[in-house]
């Protein structure tokens, strides 16, 4: 299967901590994407890292792409419990125009 | 201005049915892609479709099949329906490709009982 791996499946935090959750995936990319999914409907993009790109931040949202590793990591800073949601990374590979989505890291965020 | 609209939202259909679940993408946005969602298998990539072709496909049978229209508008079939294609079907548009991020509908959540 083509599909990226996550870590963790699940996480869960109190306000205020940070979050960061893991990315693997197996091809070559032309860029990864984070997305957001409260319980089952559809997905909110995040952000996303070309591949010749390194870090990006976005508010509370950073992302750090290495892709000799073929890693990405998504941290959340000072969570909040409406951060509570399943977190999705996605890779575009090169020269396609499919997201090949990872398996997902549910975050519970308790108040 | 309006985000993806998918209809229906629900649908219950028996075995050996087919069905058709529709996509209509934000406005200017020419590129739509498919998505299927199951509890076992993730996020699984469908087919992809610009200026009416085809352009991607997913590794699913030949059951699944899809179209755009000149608007952009897109449909996709399932048929001869399996128990196993109980999902949630997400659509997703963008301008053009990929290199800018995409706009998920809400999704149709399939039943087949």
């Known amino acids: 299967s083509q599909q990226g791996e996550e870590d963790p499946q699940a996480l869960s935090i109190q306000e205020g901590e940070n979050a960061t959750m893991n990315c693997s995936y197996k091809?070559?990319?032309?860029?990864l994407q984070w997305y957001r999914q409260n319980s089952g409907r559809g997905l909110v993009h995040l952000i996303l890292?070309?591949?010749?790109?390194r870090e990006k931040h976005s508010g509370r949202l950073r992302v750090t792409l290495d892709t000799s590793k073929k890693s990405s990591s998504l941290l959340i800073t000072a969570s909040r419990a409406a951060d509570t949601a399943s977190y999705f990374c996605?890779?575009?590979?090169?020269?396609?125009?499919?997201?090949?989505f990872g398996t997902g890291t549910r975050l519970q965020v308790f108040p | 201005k309006a985000g993806v609209t998918q209809t229906p939202r629900y649908l219950i259909k028996t075995r050996g049915q087919q069905v058709t679940l529709s996509c209509s993408p934000i406005?200017?946005?020419?590129?739509v892609s498919w998505y299927q969602q199951t509890p076992g298998q993730g996020l699984q990539f469908l087919f992809e479709?610009?200026?009416?072709?085809?352009?991607n496909k997913g590794n699913f049978p030949g059951r699944f099949s899809g179209r755009q229209f000149s608007n952009s508008r897109s449909e996709m079939n399932v048929s001869t329906l399996e128990l196993g294609d109980s999902a949630l079907y997400l659509c997703?548009?963008?301008?053009?490709?990929?290199?800018?991020?995409?706009?998920f509908g809400q999704g149709t959540r399939l039943t087949v009982v």
């Open positions: 997703a548009s963008s301008l053009s490709n990929l290199d800018t991020e995409a706009f």
């Open positions: 091809t070559s990319i032309n860029n």
């Open positions: 890292i070309r591949s010749n790109e």
């Open positions: 996605a890779t575009v590979p090169y020269n396609t125009d499919k997201l090949i």
């Open positions: 406005s200017g946005h020419r590129s």
């Open positions: 479709y610009f200026s009416e072709t085809q352009r």
